[in-house]
């Protein structure tokens, strides 16, 4: 395989979070990382990356399983410089991935990705409107793919005509519908047949329409347990949640008897509201995890024009606790996006 590689810097820049116990980050110069191509590495130049809600907390919560330096952004959009021998993705392929959480992450000039998390970046998306896509396409497929009506094991995986099959006629309600798996939610839900009932604020509620929800509620005036209890008919099959806490626990009120609440914040249960008599009701957590065949069927739909992720705001490395502190404010419209190109 052809090698971009002779002509690396000997060091980057690098957003590296100080310590486990600290949600506090710095910019530093970092060596570039070697890729170890006989376990399917890959050395990419990263051109966008993207964080994700909550991950500063990560590694406190759900530590590492082998010590590492605590890089944020699992997704990214890049170039390859190097890889293994037999790879599909050649030194210069433009590609996209959401990478595994056992390495660090890539908010950096340079990053690793394995085979099996990679894709070709869509044709026709920039770089920052790449790296948007990946963590929040993918969790939002195996939510309706795997886990919501699935066996909870990506071995499992519908086809996408068993999938329309599946939810033809369904009723799923999705919190935070304007967020960056919301968005994906609701346009793949629609795509499968289901009927979308989405969360979100004031200002989000013709977005989220647009998007393909049949009805939209604006948490800040309506009462999710007063909405569910005044017409039978608004109950759903599946509550997919992405907030957690007081949302999660008014989202149980609107499932029916054997129907499904799905989080992906925390464990259902640690919300059941007190009273709740629902039957036969199924609770399911997850932590995604990123499969490359996924996101290659997610390309297609982007190529095609029927998905379309979302950016909120795009930053450069040096106003990181800015992009950081509006995505913890949790009124993003979509994505917070690094671009490299705007470093100095």
């Known amino acids: ?15 590296i979070q100080k310590t486990a116990a600290s949600k506090t980050l710095t910019i ?18 990263i051109k966008a990356c993207s964080p994700c809600a909550g991950e500063l907390l990560w590694p406190k919560n759900f530590p590492p399983p082998t010590e590492r330096t605590l890089i944020p952004c699992p997704d990214m959009a890049g170039i390859v410089i190097s890889g293994p021998d037999d790879s599909p993705f ?53 939510i309706l793919f795997v886990h919501a009506l699935g066996t909870g094991a990506n071995e499992g ?5 068993a999938a329309k099959v599946a939810w033809s006629g369904k009723r799923i309600l999705v919190t935070a519908a304007s967020g960056g798996v ?5 346009q793949l839900a629609t795509l499968l047949g289901a009927e979308v009932v989405g969360t979100c604020g004031p200002r989000n509620v013709e977005f989220v329409k647009s998007l393909g929800a049949k009805e939209v509620l604006d948490y800040q005036v309506v009462n999710v347990k007063e909405w569910a209890t005044q017409l039978p008919s608004n109950k759903v099959d599946v509550v997919v949640d992405c907030v957690g806490g007081k949302a999660l626990q008014d ?19 640690q919300v059941c509201p007190e009273g709740f008599k629902g039957e036969g009701v199924k609770d399911v957590f997850f932590i995604m995890q990123p499969v490359r065949r996924q996101l290659e069927e997610v390309s297609k739909l982007l190529e095609k024009g029927l998905c379309r992720g979302l950016v909120d705001s795009v930053w450069p490395f040096e106003q990181y606790e800015e992009a950081f502190k509006r995505m913890d404010e949790g009124h993003a419209k979509g994505k917070i996006v690094f671009d490299l190109s705007l470093n100095r």
């Open 1 to 15: 395989m052809p090698n971009m590689s002779d002509s690396l810097p000997s060091k980057m820049f690098s957003i």
């Open 28 to 45: 530093t110069n970092t060596p570039l990382p070697t890729p170890n191509h006989a376990q399917g590495e890959h050395l990419i130049q």
């Open 90 to 142: 050649q030194p210069g392929d433009e590609v996209y991935a959401r990478t595994n959480y056992s390495r660090p992450g890539n908010a950096r000039e340079y990053s690793i990705a394995v085979t099996d998390e990679l894709a070709h970046k869509p044709t026709g998306l920039s770089w920052v409107q790449a790296a948007a896509v990946p963590v929040s396409a993918q969790t939002a497929w195996q």
């Open 157 to 161: 995986e519908m086809s996408f005509e």
């Open 182 to 186: 919301g968005i994906w939610l609701v």
């Open 251 to 269: 989202a149980w009120w609107t499932v029916k008897d054997d129907g499904v609440v799905l989080s992906i914040y925390q464990p259902p249960l």
